[in-house]
């Protein structure tokens, strides 16, 4: 294990080849155990005994019957998470109020292992069967009013387990206003009924008082090089194969316009903007938007694009062409099954 005063010294070369394992991180002392209190105090608000236990790991998760959940181990350590920002391109939880966000999430899930919800007909009849293996990927329908908004990317529409989480979330969140945000929408039955769920087991000891964590850090033998390469994988889109008549809308090969801007330099140049503003949009991976760009950038060099209308109004079109072809990546199936 390295000593933990040096994990701010090393580069990032050296933490790439660091085995997860022998990152010198905890829990205890962080902003990450005043989020995790916060969460206690957000559940002990609504009469809630309950309180899931944490562990870190290399993401998001809460195993099948664990009444806890696991934090990804670059939220606890700030040099962890600048290497996250650059080998990801964002840091899921990384502000207090995302953070928050996703706990939220997590801790439907720990309650719903901590009392056995999932094993009640009316769960079930309301939310789906939560013991359907998960997919690989799964295609949201962005105007469904089905589903609580509250994770990106229409999560909700995940699995039935998600589904739960998500509604756990809206409900308990401080200030929430679902009854009247969720208005006339089915999902609004979901909503009621998880509050019901919470009114009942106000005050009451779980069932699963497990204390079990699945993929501590300290089990973890990988190097965070390796941890990395999986996790761009993971989130690699395969491009739509009609891009280059949508690329041709905005940019042209015609030799007249070989004095204007190339597209890769104009596409290069607003690069992290374009990525941020269409991620924020679609609620889709920064990173999987890098990817988009990516091939956009190499395709157009290999057309010889050029950049011929006015700078503003190409600068309009392209993250409308992003997001459409975000969106046709999505209902192609997108996998975000992380959390
Ligand atoms: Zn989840």
């Not at 801790?107 to 013991?131: C, E, K, T």
């Not at 374009?274 to 924020?280: K, M, P, S, T, Y």
Request: aromatic share 10%; proline share 7%.
């Amino acid at each position: 294990m390295l000593p933990a005063e040096d994990l701010g010294r090393l580069t990032d070369e050296q933490l790439l080849g660091t085995r997860l394992c022998d990152l010198p991180l905890g829990i205890e002392g962080t902003h990450l155990e005043r989020r995790v209190a916060r969460l206690d105090e957000e559940l002990a608000a609504r009469g809630l005994c309950f309180k899931p236990h944490v562990w870190l790991s290399e993401e998001w998760f809460s195993p099948d019957e664990v009444p806890g959940f696991a934090i990804p181990f670059y939220l606890a350590h700030p040099r962890l998470s600048k290497l996250e920002r650059k080998q990801m391109l964002e840091v899921e939880g990384g502000t207090e109020k995302e953070c928050l966000r996703i706990m939220r999430h997590e801790a439907g899930h720990a309650i719903d292992n901590a009392f056995h919800l999932y094993r009640r007909r009316s769960y079930r009849d309301l939310f789906g069967s939560p013991r359907l293996p998960y997919p690989n990927w799964y295609k949201p329908e962005p105007n469904s009013r089905d589903y609580v908004l509250h994770l990106p990317a229409w999560y909700a529409q995940a699995h039935p387990a998600e589904d739960f989480a998500e509604t756990f979330a809206v409900v308990i969140a401080p200030g929430s206003r679902w009854r009247r945000q969720y208005e006339g929408w089915p999902a609004l039955r979901k909503l009621k009924y998880v509050d019901g769920i919470i009114r009942e087991l106000a005050g009451k000891s779980p069932k699963n008082e497990s204390r079990d964590t699945v993929d501590d850090l300290s089990e973890l033998t990988t190097t965070l090089g390796e941890h990395y390469r999986n996790k761009r994988n993971y989130y690699a889109f395969l491009w739509p194969p009609d891009y280059d008549r949508d690329l041709a809308r905005i940019f042209s090969p015609e030799p007249r316009h070989k004095s204007m801007p190339s597209a890769v330099s104009f596409l290069r140049r607003l690069r992290r903007e374009l990525c941020n503003e269409v991620a924020e949009g679609t609620g889709v991976h920064n990173y999987a938007i890098d990817q988009m760009l990516t091939q956009m950038i190499n395709r157009s060099r290999e057309l010889k694009l050029r950049a011929h209308l006015t700078p503003e109004h190409t600068r309009q079109k392209v993250p409308v062409l992003l997001t459409v072809q975000t969106m046709n990546g999505i209902h192609s199936g997108y996998h975000r099954i992380a959390l």
